[in-house]
């Protein structure tokens, strides 16, 4: 995860022999009126529209050029603001198998999974609370079957494709079993622990990317030799405000604050930790 997304325009040419003032009887012809003194409607070129208005040509110094760039940010979905308050991208749906381990809480799992649906993704989610999901399974889509909800161990072959990514979030408790779903080409796979289990080692290890919010000072700890977690990161881990996620990989560490949109919150209430 990183810091950091004109149509031709078609004029009537000239004609050889053609003088000056023939472009005041090109459009003429374009408007179908005919040309002067024949009486006879001329029919536009296939292919070239109306003749646009002609303007003096813009120029800008080169000292001002920076002025007309545009920023563009990374390709994904907004997760929240970093530290500085850009907003934190989160490309999920790729070409290459991606595995997220996310150790927090049900309310940031449930915002990821609604912010991906609205990327255009669709999104399994593979639970043992069933109840929890419903009412956000429902909402999302806008009536559209976007989120659908399995049991666990239950969860189909997704098909999916670049025109139609999948996002599976598991949400499975503490050990989740080895999912009959797996990570593949467009098909990403989040898996949720709500603390440090005894197969998080080994889901942390194969991990692309690593979410961690709140955890008890010993799990710190643990987090921190697993992900090479520099002392001052991991000892903060203990002290995040509900929110507030630590996302890493192997080269990148960033913490970021989710913040529900006012439908996100209306759906789920305010961020928290604790579910």
């Known amino acids: 995860m ?11 040419p000239a004609r050889s022999g053609d003088s000056a003032g023939s472009g005041r009887s090109g459009r003429s012809a374009s408007r179908g009126t005919g040309s002067r003194g024949t009486g006879r409607a001329t029919k536009p070129r296939f ?4 003749v646009g208005p002609r303007r003096d040509r813009h120029a800008v110094p080169l000292d001002q050029l920076e002025a007309l760039a545009l920023p563009v940010g990374d390709d994904g979905m907004v997760i929240g603001v970093d530290a500085e308050s850009w907003p934190a991208v989160l490309g999920i749906n790729r070409p290459v198998p991606y595995d997220i381990t996310l150790i927090g809480g049900l309310w940031t799992a449930q915002v990821l999974a609604l912010r991906a649906a609205a990327t255009g993704a669709r999104v399994a989610v593979e639970t043992g609370r069933a109840q929890a999901w419903t ?11 976007c989120i659908s909800l399995h049991d666990v161990g239950r969860v189909p072959p997704q ?41 998080a080692p ?58 529900g949109t006012d439908a996100e919150t209306g759906l789920l209430g305010g961020a928290r930790r604790m579910d």
């Open 202 to 259: 080994r889901l942390l290890e194969k991990s692309s990317l690593v979410g961690v919010q709140r955890v008890s000072p010993d799990e710190a700890a643990q987090i921190g030799r697993i992900m090479s977690l520099p002392r001052h990161e991991y000892e903060a881990l203990s002290t995040l405000a509900d929110g507030v996620t630590l996302w890493c990989t192997p080269s990148d560490r960033q913490f970021v604050m989710t913040q």
């Open 135 to 145: 009412a956000l399974a429902q909402a999302a889509g806008g009536g559209q079957p």
């Open 2 to 12: 990183s810091h950091s997304a004109s149509s031709p325009s078609f004029g009537t």
């Open 47 to 50: 292919g070239f529209g109306l």
């Open 159 to 199: 098909g999916a494709s670049a025109g139609s990514p999948v996002v599976v979030v598991r949400d499975c408790g503490m050990r989740p079993p080895r999912g009959r779903v797996v990570s593949a080409p467009w098909q990403s796979v989040v898996t949720l622990l709500p603390y440090l289990s005894p197969v």
